[in-house]
């Protein structure tokens, strides 16, 4: 589980192709080595990946095709920077919501402008998952917790003030651009406990 407070951005070192798949190396420049281990979950671009490999001040992480396939992760290349966060850990504070690192869709960047010393952004989200953004919820985008300002049909806007752009990603971000995107876990369980109701209701009235 993680909070989607990016807390390094790193570098993709290399990229090995494994019978399909693909070991990815990570390398990094504020995160403490000495706190990842073997078989740690560490959020990479919003998706949670395992360390496999601890090689200094990087990590190495085996992509399975699926991910690489449903998530921008099949889109690095060497040198491409990348959010990071360590699993959260008992005891720490909670500053963004919770994510998964599961990716729900990739969504993309439709337009950029300035707004004072912050950038508001619009990005497209696949229609089957329009549904889950409401105003002033949360989002993930490329692992970074966000509030949503607006919703416009499968459009939604954010806002990226300055510590967000000089820290993470999102602040190179370009109209085009392809992001990874988590829905807050809520919506996913009131759809379901609503759906769950329904049928109840239903089974009872028909018996």
Do not use: W
Not at 33 to 44: L, N
Not at 55 to 82: I, M, Q, W, Y
Not at 99 to 117: C, E, L, Q
Not at 172 to 193: F, H, K
């Amino acid at each position: 589980m993680f909070t989607g407070i990016v807390l390094d951005v790193g570098r993709v070192q290399k990229l090995e192709a494994r019978g399909g798949d693909v070991r990815m190396v990570i390398e990094f420049d504020r995160l403490d080595p000495s706190g990842i281990r073997i078989g740690d979950s560490i959020c990479v671009q919003g998706c949670c990946l395992t360390a496999t490999e601890l090689l200094g001040k990087a990590f190495a992480a085996d992509v399975s095709r699926e991910t690489l396939n449903l998530t921008t992760l099949g889109d690095l290349r060497d040198g491409t920077p990348v959010n990071l966060e360590p699993s959260l850990k008992a005891g720490d504070a909670l500053g963004g919501h919770l994510v998964s690192g599961h990716i729900d869709g990739v969504a993309t960047v439709t337009a950029i402008s300035g707004d004072a010393r912050s950038q508001r952004i619009r990005i497209s989200v696949p229609a089957d998952l329009a549904r889950y953004i409401a105003r002033k919820g949360s989002v993930a985008v490329d692992g970074v917790s966000l509030t949503v300002n607006e919703v416009d049909g499968n459009e939604f806007g954010v806002n990226i003030i300055p510590h967000t752009q000089a820290v993470t990603t999102l602040g190179r971000l370009t109209v085009g651009a392809r992001v990874n995107l988590e829905i807050d876990q809520v919506a996913r369980y009131v759809e379901r406990l609503l759906c769950a109701s329904s049928n109840v209701g239903s089974s009872y009235v028909v018996l």
